[in-house]
C-alpha cells in the first residue's frame, strides 16, 4: 500500500491545469486556495512562429507562492509544438523558475522527437545541486501540461467522452492517464454561470488502482460550446502534500 500511495502522489502531481490555449493569444489565470485567498497568478500567450506553419510558441509568466518552492518565487516558460489541424504535437519546453531576488532555483527542459516517439528530458534543481536526465520512448499521442488545453479542446471537438495520452511531468517521468468527460454541470466563474463539461484526469497504474479511491481527484471544466476553452481547475496543486486550490481562468467571459 504504501508503494501505492508513492506512485499516486506522482501521478496526482502531473494532474495540472491546461496552459497551451492557442485559439486564444493570451490567457491569465488566478490559483487560489479553497478560501479564496491568492496563492499566484500567470500570463499565458501563445504566437504563431513564422516561418513554420502549424507551430506555435507559447509564453508563460507567473509569480506567486507556488507549492514545492519556499517564499514568493517566479517562472518563465517556452513551450514549442504543433497544431496544423491534423497534428497536435509538444516540440520542445524550457522553464524556469527563479526566487524573488532574481536567482535562478530550479530549471527544466522537454525536447521531442516525434517521429521516433522519443522524449529528453533535464531537470535541474539549483538549491539541492541536483541534475536528473532521462529519456523515454512513447507510441501514439504524447502531451505535458502546457498542451493539455489544446489536446482535451481537440477531442471534445471530435466528440469524443474518453482519450488515453502519455503524459510527461518535471519529475521527470512518464505515465499514461485518461481523461474522462463525467458530466455537464453549470458552474460559476468570476461571477458568471457557464455550462462545462467536467474531466477527471484518472491516472493509470494497472493493479495498483484501487488504491485511487485513498486520494483526492483532480479536475478540469471546460466549456460546452466551441471552441471549448478551460474555465477551471480543482485538485491538488502539485504534490501529494500541496494544498487542494482552485484555478480560474481570469479570460472567460
Known sequence: MKRALVLIAILLAIAVPPRAEDK?????????????????????????IAGKPGHFLLTEEGKGNYSGFKGL?????????????????????KRRVSSDGGKVIFEETETFDNDKGRVECEVKDLIK??????????????VNQFMMGSYIRRFLQAGEKEKTTYLVNDEPALYRVTLKVVGKEEITVKGKKRDAYKIYIDPQIGLLSPAKALLPKNYNWHSTRPPYEWLMFRGLESSINSPKVEIVSEACE
Do not use: H, M, Q
Not at 29 to 45: M, P
Not at 73 to 92: A, C
Not at 132 to 141: E, L, P, R, T, V
Open 24 to 48: 486564444s493569444p493570451v490567457t491569465r489565470s488566478r490559483c487560489n486556495d479553497l478560501k479564496g485567498n491568492k496563492l499566484w497568478e500567470s500570463s499565458t500567450t501563445t504566437v504563431p
Open 129 to 142: 545541486n541536483e541534475n536528473k536526465k532521462k529519456a523515454f520512448n512513447y507510441k501514439g499521442d504524447i
Open 73 to 93: 518565487t517566479s517562472n518563465k516558460s517556452e513551450f514549442e509544438f504543433i497544431n496544423d489541424g491534423k497534428r497536435l504535437e509538444p516540440v520542445y519546453l
